[in-house]
């Protein structure tokens, strides 16, 4: 690699003079009298290089070609600009095209387009203001979950993504075969016969790498998971992916009211360091897209969360006068709309819900002495709703047998996660935070169709 080239993040931090080579794709050209400047973005950071081309420094045929959406490299020297949000610009000397892009049919020319239109075009829309910021911050946002585990001491475990067992219980997973769909092998009944497919039963996409990662924090105490899971629930919803990017920390000898206290330090600390380094591409968020993401950011990086058990979180709904699309009632499970209300306007802060009805909730939850309600945790959060799914386990090996007969899964395919809790058996929690709930609660993007860089829905797999 050539010491001349620099990326245009780099280029910002040199000092006015320096000579460099700038390599990216141009956002747009505009040309004055004996002068044409040319916006150029590498994705380095949200700000483009402004390239100055005075007359007959380069070649008009050359020039000519430079139009949005083409990529180049461009010579010359920094130099202090007149021109005001910007410290330097490039006076350019040479101009080398590496690709044309035909300006009558290039999608992304310089006008605003709509987040819809821009998902419709997944393989361009990254070159866009939008979508450059909201995956710099997805990078960064990954970069601190690392971070915050690595620096206590949680080690980090790649649980499977092909999976035999489903940890939710909820049966909202897809199947993974390599049986022949038109002509599947049958059983003498005409079922199909799974054990002549690749696994010799049915398997799945994960749905959770919960209860791996429970067999692995009974060995190493504190862990986590980062990692892709599926759900094929049907739902077409703003907040809802077919395939999406969760966090799961699994910790032994960690009760409920320690759980809760580590996903509260964990949000703090992602949410201050993507302000931290991520400025730029916020700043931007703020002003386009939802101006209350900064003071929300700040507002929640230094005040502490609401707490409130689901029996309580109950009443306050039927107290508060709402009309509600879905009705309030103990034993139904929250809906967006409620978990909302708690938020934004309850406590105003995110707020972390407990103790909710267990059949409601999935069998793995510790049941609770009054027989009703288990050990689980939310945490809601303005404007998204949940982000943040947990509990703490069924350590006891009766409890849990009893709660997977109620919740009718077969124990047999659970022999192992049993074992657990009868060999050296601990109370144990944990916690799973959606990547993407989290995308959108960083940067107010209102669809989490755009803070993935591939979505999957119902009826959407392109790109
Ligand atoms: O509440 P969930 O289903 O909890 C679990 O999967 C547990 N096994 C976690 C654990 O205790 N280790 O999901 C956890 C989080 C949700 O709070 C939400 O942020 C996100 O995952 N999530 C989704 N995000 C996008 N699309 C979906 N379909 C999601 N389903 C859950
Ligand atoms: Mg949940």
Request: aromatic residues 12%; negative net charge; contains cysteine.
């Given at each position: 690699?050539?010491?001349?080239?620099?990326?245009?993040?780099?280029?910002?931090?040199?000092?006015?003079?320096?000579?460099?080579?700038?390599?990216?794709?141009?956002?747009?050209?505009?040309?004055?009298?004996?002068?044409?400047?040319?916006?150029?973005?590498?994705?380095?950071?949200?700000?483009?290089?402004?390239?100055?081309?005075?007359?007959?420094?380069?070649?008009?045929?050359?020039?000519?070609?430079?139009?949005?959406?083409?990529?180049?490299?461009?010579?010359?020297?920094?130099?202090?600009?007149?021109?005001?949000?910007?410290?330097?610009?490039?006076?350019?000397?040479?101009?080398?095209?590496?690709?044309?892009?035909?300006?009558?049919?290039?999608?992304?020319?310089?006008?605003?387009?709509?987040?819809?239109?821009?998902?419709?075009?997944?393989?361009?829309?990254?070159?866009?203001?939008?979508?450059?910021?909201?995956?710099?911050?997805?990078?960064a946002l990954?970069?601190a979950i690392?971070t915050f585990?690595?620096?206590?001491?949680?080690?980090?475990?790649?649980?499977?993504?092909?999976?035999?067992?489903?940890?939710?219980?909820?049966?909202?997973?897809?199947?993974?075969?390599?049986?022949?769909?038109?002509?599947?092998?049958?059983?003498?009944?005409?079922?199909?016969?799974?054990?002549?497919?690749?696994?010799?039963?049915?398997?799945?996409?994960?749905?959770?790498?919960?209860?791996?990662?429970?067999?692995?924090?009974?060995?190493?105490?504190?862990?986590?998971?980062?990692?892709?899971?599926?759900?094929?629930?049907?739902?077409?919803?703003?907040?809802?992916?077919?395939?999406?990017?969760?966090?799961?920390?699994?910790?032994?000898?960690?009760?409920?009211?320690?759980?809760?206290?580590?996903?509260e330090e964990f949000l703090k600390f992602i949410i201050r360091y993507v302000l931290d380094h991520c400025r730029?591409?916020l700043?931007?968020?703020?002003?386009?897209?939802?101006?209350?993401?900064l003071?929300?950011l700040e507002h929640v990086a230094e005040s502490?969360?609401?707490?409130?058990?689901?029996?309580?979180?109950?009443?306050?709904?039927?107290?508060?006068?709402?009309?509600?699309?879905?009705?309030?009632?103990?034993?139904?499970?929250?809906?967006?709309?409620?978990?909302?209300?708690?938020?934004?306007?309850?406590?105003?802060?995110?707020?972390?819900?407990?103790?909710?009805?267990?059949?409601?909730?999935?069998?793995?939850?510790?049941?609770?002495?009054?027989?009703?309600?288990?050990?689980?945790?939310?945490?809601?959060?303005?404007?998204?709703?949940?982000?943040?799914?947990?509990?703490?386990?069924?350590?006891?090996?009766?409890?849990?047998?009893?709660?997977?007969?109620?919740?009718?899964?077969?124990?047999?395919?659970?022999?192992?996660?049993?074992?657990?809790?009868?060999?050296?058996?601990?109370?144990?929690?944990?916690?799973?935070?959606?990547?993407?709930?989290?995308?959108?609660?960083l940067?107010?993007?209102?669809?989490?169709?755009?803070?993935?860089?591939?979505?999957?829905?119902?009826?959407?797999?392109?790109?």
């Open positions: 690699m050539n010491s001349k080239y620099f990326s245009v993040k780099q280029a910002y931090s040199l000092t006015v003079g320096t000579e460099v080579t700038l390599r990216g794709w141009v956002r747009s050209r505009r040309d004055s009298k004996g002068v044409t400047f040319i916006e150029l973005n590498d994705g380095s950071r949200f700000k483009s290089m402004q390239l100055v081309v005075d007359a007959g420094v380069v070649l008009d045929e050359t020039l000519k070609q430079v139009t949005t959406g083409s990529s180049i490299a461009a010579s010359g020297v920094l130099a202090e600009s007149p021109a005001k949000g910007q410290a330097v610009e490039l006076k350019v000397s040479a101009i080398s095209v590496y690709g044309t892009a035909d300006p009558v049919t290039y999608p992304l020319q310089k006008k605003g387009h709509t987040l819809e239109f821009l998902r419709e075009i997944g393989h361009l829309r990254v070159r866009s203001n939008t979508f450059g910021a909201a995956f710099r911050v997805r990078n990954t970069h690392h585990f690595q620096e206590r001491d949680f080690i980090y475990v790649q649980t499977p993504i092909i999976t035999t067992s489903d940890c939710e219980g909820a049966g909202q997973m897809f199947n993974v075969t390599s049986l022949s769909m038109a002509n599947p092998p049958r059983t003498a009944d005409g079922n199909v016969n799974w054990q002549q497919d690749f696994f010799g039963r049915p398997a799945y996409l994960t749905v959770s790498g919960q209860l791996e990662g429970e067999i692995f924090a009974l060995a190493f105490s504190k862990v986590y998971t980062f990692g892709p899971t599926f759900r094929a629930e049907n739902s077409n919803t703003p907040r809802h992916l077919a395939e999406f990017w969760m966090i799961e920390p699994e910790m032994a000898f960690y009760e409920l009211e320690d759980n809760m206290a580590l996903a730029e591409d700043e931007f968020f703020n002003e386009r897209i939802e101006k209350t993401v003071n929300t502490k969360f609401g707490h409130i058990t689901y029996t309580d979180a109950i009443q306050e709904l039927k107290k508060s006068g709402k009309t509600w699309e879905f009705p309030v009632e103990w034993g139904s499970d929250l809906q967006t709309e409620h978990e909302r209300f708690l938020s934004e306007e309850l406590f105003k802060k995110p707020v972390i819900v407990t103790d909710y009805p267990k059949d409601i909730k999935a069998f793995y939850m510790r049941v609770n002495d009054d027989n009703k309600t288990v050990r689980a945790m939310d945490v809601l959060v303005p404007r998204v709703g949940e982000i943040i799914g947990g509990s703490q386990r069924e350590d006891r090996h009766d409890v849990l047998l009893q709660r997977l007969r109620d919740s009718r899964l077969d124990e047999k395919a659970y022999w192992w996660y049993f074992d657990l809790r009868r060999y050296g058996s601990v109370p144990h929690s944990g916690f799973g935070l959606g990547l993407e709930r989290m995308m959108m609660y940067t107010g993007l209102k669809n989490i169709r755009d803070v993935i860089p591939f979505p999957r829905t119902p009826g959407n797999a392109d790109f």
